[in-house]
């Protein structure tokens, strides 16, 4: 980590408020004034101001971090606020920098907030993550994963990462200074589609309250050079279980990025090294936008609606067709006829994009993916269906 010079730390100083404010603080012989002053001149850059992102913010903001930068491109969603407690309902539609730039400030008016309501990309990595001491990953993808981590290695910055999915959840802190990156970890990334996300796969609300306030307590530990941070360390987490557990993770010397003989010196385009065609979304020739599902279906075409959802989903919206989950398909394609139309749907078009794969490896030509899935039906044929 790159630590503020002496001099500057000392000509750092408090109001009466501030001593009341970090008084529990103040207290402890580890943190103490010159702890205090390490954080209130320290900067950290959380990307994300989703489920990871709202604990780590709400703490860093409280334990006293003098300024805090906020990335995130999305507003608030209603589906939002079971998890990512930054956000209010009177927040829905807004911005999520703007909500969560409003809540920090409210929660310590010392501190310094500034917020980035764009897209993290190659592009602007560099420019935003240059001028803090500490870069937080609070993301939901591989991608800005993978661009994070490089970009944090390009510039010698600590990366903490946490990642969340249904039950369990992870934490280290990446800082290829002193250990492993993320490539040398996760080398490749998965084929797309194949990890479900948050949106398709569910994440307990608590969650990543539990994660993020870890992550939030490895960038205090960092800033303040205290305890032993989870470098060279993955830390585990099942909720149901609630159980802890840790894996010793190794820098890899064959590191593209981080290694001894180094192959990326520069950002690249994170879609597509994961996989990603964005240049061609929407013109696959296997999916159907809901549109021209809804012309067909009312011109009375033969097509079989395939809904490869749980069970607990169907029950919550569903537009018809057959129920086979997508972890059933396998055994149950004999149900399925090949020389009819399939159209596959799920909740967003993942999983249904899987389903569609498996059946054209096994000989059905006619099937197809319904675009966006039933919350895009929803959303532009039937804006009665409920949700999720």
């Known amino acids: ?6 001099h500057i730390a000392d000509e750092i100083t408090f109001s009466r408020d501030e001593f009341r404010r970090y008084g529990r603080h103040l207290i402890m012989p580890e943190v103490g004034l010159e702890g205090q002053r390490k954080l209130k001149s320290s900067s950290v850059l959380v990307i994300g101001a989703g489920g990871l992102g709202s604990p780590v913010a709400l703490y860093l903001t409280a334990a006293g971090i003098g300024r805090i930068g906020i990335v995130d491109s999305d507003d608030v969603d209603l589906t939002n606020l079971q998890r990512q407690i930054l956000h209010s309902t ?27 309501s764009t897209k993290l ?81 569910g994440v307990l609300g608590v969650l990543p309250g539990i994660i993020g306030t870890l992550q939030a307590s490895e960038v205090i530990k960092l800033v303040l050079g205290i305890g032993e941070a989870l470098i060279g360390r ?21 590191c593209p ?20 065609d964005s240049k061609n979304a929407g013109k696959n020739e296997a999916e159907i936008a809901v549109e021209e599902l809804k012309r067909r279906l009312d011109n009375g075409d033969d097509i079989l609606l395939l ?42 078009g993942e999983r249904s994009q899987r389903a569609v794969a498996l059946l054209k490896e096994l000989g059905f030509k006619k099937a197809k993916n319904l675009a966006g899935g039933i919350d895009q039906w929803a959303c532009v044929v039937d804006k009665t269906l409920s949700r999720y």
């Open 1 to 6: 980590m790159r630590t503020k010079t002496p």
């Open 90 to 116: 009177e927040n829905l539609g807004q911005p999520k920098t703007e909500s969560a730039g409003r809540r920090l400030r409210n929660l310590n008016p010392e501190i310094e907030v500034e917020t980035y």
């Open 121 to 201: 990309s190659s592009a602007n990595a560099l420019l935003i993550l240059k001028d803090y001491d500490v870069v937080v990953d609070g993301s939901d993808n591989f991608p800005t994963r993978y661009l994070i981590s490089d970009a944090c290695v390009l510039l010698g910055k600590p990366d903490v990462y946490g990642s969340i999915f249904r039950f369990e959840g992870q934490v280290s802190v990446f800082d290829a200074k002193n250990g492993p990156c993320y490539r040398c970890v996760y080398t490749e990334p998965p084929p797309p589609g194949l990890v479900p996300s948050c949106a398709e796969g």
């Open 234 to 254: 993955m830390l585990l987490f099942d909720a149901l279980k609630v159980q802890f557990s840790e894996l010793k993770i190794r820098k890899d010397p064959k």
């Open 257 to 276: 990025v981080c290694g001894e003989s180094p192959t990326i010196r520069e950002l690249i385009d994170y879609d597509a090294f994961c996989g990603y």
């Open 307 to 348: 809904d490869v959802r749980e069970q607990v989903e169907s029950e919550i919206a569903t537009i018809g067709g057959l129920l086979i989950p997508l972890r059933d398909l396998p055994s149950r394609v004999h149900e399925l006829d090949s020389a009819r139309e399939i159209i596959a749907y799920c909740h967003h």
